[in-house]
């Protein structure tokens, strides 16, 4: 009669068969400390029949239990024929020399690592042992730090080329597969020390809470998933607005108002804005039309804006705008045009549209004023820091400057009531 462990072993290898079907790769690369997680999550591969990868990463600080944890996993590796990434660290000497949170850098030099390889294998894909107890102390962590939703989300089961099959399974599961397996391993000394913030979780807060309230891990596991679940649905509203920001270099200001403070926070991070910048974006949003801030960055030679234009904020940079546009025929109120978007009077048009730089003396006729009014001045007052002005482009046709884009339109091929041909002018930046 098969054991209880072999029932559990079997349930998760079927449990893995299933996900590594909806996760498919030519390979995968198992993240491998030598511990038993990491261990049994090699074996489990091996009972599928799975192509993987070993990457260990010796951060040197336990002198020669580190090195004989890089030792144990070489073993390994060269029993079963599997390639091996290796990264040797000295992390204690780097850390003297630029103090910073241990764990959290080790963290990044590995991921950092995980990457470096993706780069040169595309089509591989990172594997973590991480486990369902990982989940909870990921949560108290967090919470600890005064984490937000995104902070205080589940870890996903699978995201942007790193897999956690074993995330939804318990330690004590795990345990019985090991035994089952008679699996070896490595214990690091470093998992018992009290000093580091997620041991103390691990071996003397969550014992204590699982005692006293037996039920609460699964309620924090459904937090988790409920605001993982929020998380996902914020990100693709917050992937759309993006998109748009990147490619007009502009956002309305109703547009934001939309935004959650995360959504509005993570939103400028992914389109390069320093976080203090980000601070003060809000200042311009009741600021006089032409309010600006700058800013440069160590790695940019130049400065760049954000500008206050009408109802909008523009991102602007000393490089010459790259503009394209486009013209469509319809029939249409002006007050359903968007702000940045022009009617026109298409048979006014004379010729061919192109594109050009401003230049010093162009002038243009502008509605409500007779005569006409320098183009410098224009952007001027649309609030373009003084060193961009004579970078912008301006279209014309063969005869006249057109528009100063989603800035200004010419007086003379406006539309009116009497026009024939009415063409909706859109303007937006090439990626």
């Avoid at 000497?93 to 040169?120: D, G, K």
């Avoid at 200042?283 to 600006?292: C, P």
């Amino acid at each position: 009669m098969a054991s209880a462990n072999t029932a559990t072993l079997a349930a998760v290898l079927e449990t893995l068969r299933a996900y590594f079907k909806t996760n498919k790769a030519s390979c995968y690369l198992v993240a491998v400390s030598g511990g038993k997680d990491s261990m049994l999550l090699c074996e489990l591969l091996r009972k599928l029949a799975l192509p993987f990868e070993v990457v260990h990463v010796n951060y040197g600080l336990r002198g020669a239990e580190s090195e004989a944890d890089q030792a144990f996993v070489e073993a390994y590796c060269l029993q079963y024929n599997l390639p091996l990434h290796l990264k040797r660290v000295a992390l204690a000497a780097s850390l003297q020399q630029q103090p910073q949170n241990l764990q959290a850098e080790a963290r990044r030099i590995r991921y950092a690592f995980f990457s470096e390889i993706q780069q040169q294998q595309p089509d591989i894909l990172i594997c973590t042992a991480h486990h369902a107890a990982d989940q909870v102390e990921t949560f108290w962590l967090q919470l600890a730090r005064g984490a937000g939703m995104k902070g205080l989300a589940a870890m996903a089961y699978s995201q942007k080329g790193l897999l956690r099959p074993l995330l939804n399974l318990r330690p004590e599961t795990l345990h019985e597969v090991a035994l089952e397996l008679e699996l070896k391993w490595r214990e690091d000394s470093s998992n018992a020390a009290l000093k580091y913030r997620r041991n103390r979780w691990r071996h003397v807060f969550m014992p204590f809470l699982k005692h006293e309230l037996p039920q609460l891990q699964q309620s924090i596991l459904l937090i988790q998933k409920q605001f993982a679940l929020e998380m996902q649905a914020q990100d693709t509203f917050l992937n759309s607005t993006l998109s748009i920001l990147q490619k007009n270099r502009s956002i309305d200001l109703s547009e934001l108002t939309q935004l959650s403070s995360y959504q509005f926070i993570e939103l400028f991070k992914l389109f390069g804005i320093p976080t203090h910048v980000i601070r003060r974006l809000p200042d311009l949003f009741f600021a006089e039309n032409g309010k600006f801030i700058a800013w440069q960055t160590e790695k940019e030679a130049v400065k760049s804006y954000v500008v206050k234009q009408k109802d909008q904020l523009i991102f602007l940079t000393p490089e010459a705008s790259n503009w394209t546009f486009a013209l469509e025929d319809l029939s249409l109120e002006a007050s359903e045009v968007p702000k940045t978007d022009f009617l026109i009077d298409r048979q006014r048009i004379k010729g061919k549209l192109f594109f050009r730089q401003v230049e010093a003396g162009d002038r243009m006729p502008v509605r409500g004023m007779k005569g006409t009014k320098k183009v410098l001045q224009i952007l001027k007052e649309a609030g373009i820091p003084a060193p961009l002005r004579k970078l912008q482009y301006v279209l014309c046709d063969e005869q006249q400057i057109i528009a100063v884009p989603n800035v200004q339109l010419s007086a003379n091929i406006e539309a009116n009531a009497q026009t024939a041909q009415i063409a909706l002018l859109h303007f937006s930046k090439k990626p």
